[in-house]
């Protein structure tokens, strides 16, 4: 299949020829001609650099009427990179069709400038739900003639919790336009969404539903939650050339992970909410020139980070729901190239590997945390490798020569080598001679290993939270909840179970009180609720019975198979 079969104009052509785009992805291949042959609403799935921005914003910057001066198409997406890169795309697409004009309209940034644009006279809007709605309840934008809606990644927008505005924009919209859905996955939400917005929609799957991009691997590691630093030093140790992003569930956890590297000697930086749009555009910069190593990110910071070659994705802490972790691992293995998608888990973190894998329809892989011996074997033999590789040029060095080899006179080549090799990893060598093997085996439900580990540790005990459903909570947002009520530790919450008017979640015995008073001390707010947390049950049994009741049948964790034997670490 090739562009010109796809019936786009000969300056769209023009345009994506220049930027390099040869052959149409298969998104493309599906989407263009669907879009350009028939004005039916479409529901696409495809993950986040299958080359989707292409799909659906070549054929629509060949259907726009230049003489119209108010917009034509509406593109919504969740964030402000994301926004800023569909309208630069779509630039880059136009750079050869007269007269396009695309408004990139976004939170965090003056309102004024786009106001002002917005009244100039725009064909293509570029938004994220929040920032828009704010344009439409200052009057300023008129959707009369819009013709066109793209919601991309709506998954994400509605993991955001966008829900409402999405609603309050599409109401806005002619009734007549066309809808056009992109998202990862497809969550009940989405297909609502898409039942009440859109008519008989097309539906185009490229690649498996929920996949992950086929051409990256998961894999997982077992440590010991406190060891989880350890673990991630020993993989960046362990690829030095490894180029990737580090997920974290909250700023705080993305922060001091970055903090910790930079101490440590690695080229990494953190990306996240509470950052000035100025840093986060140093951050970005440093990023893509590859002064950095590693990015440490919140999911939400990360979302729309258009960078190619990463080779790695590291899940610092697993998320909560599939949605997150299709669009973190699809971070890497884009354009063709291969990626690796590493989560570090703690014992009881199993379930949620199985979960995932079987929701992706993709294996992970456990993998043992490299040794002291594994990195500094792999650094040795990369030394190697650049050795044997090495073409000096001839020049002063072979002048120098003679003397070299008399001053090494009597050493054999194995000792040369030795001291060469213990010479340019001393730091390593003396580091690791001392680190201990970290690995640690999953924790199996009901397993007397684990209810051995579980009184060891104190066991968990459960929570109550003051809000449930009826407050509109969903298990994500009661650990955000945590999260946000105590910033400086990153608790392990086990079971939740969200009733009507209260939750319980478990957390380790030890880390109960902590949590209690942090709520007691943080005043946290949810839906325009105080919320607090008490010992579930705890002079409260009226509650307690209230909990049972809403739920009796709640089935035990799934027995888990014993786990698969971990395999080695191949360069
Ligand atoms: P997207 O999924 O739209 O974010 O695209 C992912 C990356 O693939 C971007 O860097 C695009 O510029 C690039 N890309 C999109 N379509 C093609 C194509 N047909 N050929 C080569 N690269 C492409």
Known sequence: ?????????????????????????PVQAAVIPAILNNGRDLVALAQTGTGKTAAFGLPILQMLDTNIKTPQTLILCPTRELCMQIARDLENFAACVRGVRVLAVYGGADIKPQLAAMVR?????????????????????DFSKIKRV?????DEMLNMGFEEDLEAILSEVPDGAQTLLFSATMPRQVASIAKKYMKDPEE????????????????????????????LKRLADFYPDMYGIVFCRTRQETQDIADHLGKDGYKSESLHGD????????????????????????????????????????????PDDLGSYTHRSGRTGRAGKTGVSIALINMREH???????????????????????????????????????????????????PSLCASLEGVSREELLRRFASMELQRMLDYYSKEPDINTEPLHEGSHAARKKQTAAGGLVELCMNIGKANRLAPKQLMNLVNVADRSSSVEIGRINITHMQSYFEVPRDAAQAVIDSFAKSLVDFEGR????????????????????????????PKNPPGKKPGHWQK
Not at 297 to 314: E, F, M, N, P, S
């Open 1 to 25: 299949m090739k562009f010109t079969e796809l019936g786009l104009s000969p300056e769209i052509l023009e345009g994506i020829s220049r930027l390099g785009f040869e052959t149409p992805t």
């Open 121 to 141: 006279g725009v064909d293509i809007v570029v938004a994220t739900p929040g920032r828009m709605v704010d344009l439409l309840r200052r009057k300023r934008a």
């Open 150 to 154: 793209v919601l991309d990644e709506a």
């Open 204 to 231: 185009i799957t490229v690649g498996t539903r929920n996949a992950g991009a086929e051409n990256v691997s998961h894999e997982y590691l077992v440590v010991h939650a406190k060891d989880r630093y350890r673990a």
């Open 275 to 318: 950052l000035t749009q100025q840093q986060r555009d140093r951050v970005m910069k440093r990023f893509r020139a590859r002064e950095l190593q590693m990015l440490v990110a919140t999911d939400v910071a990360a979302r729309g980070l258009d960078v190619t070659d990463l080779t790695h994705v590291i899940n610092y802490s697993l």
């Open 351 to 401: 379930n949620k590997v199985k979960f995932i894998e079987k929701q992706l329809g993709r294996k992970f892989v456990q993998r043992n945390v490299p040794t002291g011996a594994d990195i500094c074997q792999a650094r040795l033999l990369g030394l190697m490798e650049r050795l044997s590789q090495m073409n000096p040029e001839p020049g002063l060095i072979d002048e120098i020569l």
């Open 530 to 557: 105080r919320v607090s947390v008490t010992l579930a049950g705890a002079g409260n049994p009226a509650k307690r019975d209230e909990k049972r009741a809403a739920n009796p049948h709640r089935p035990n964790r």
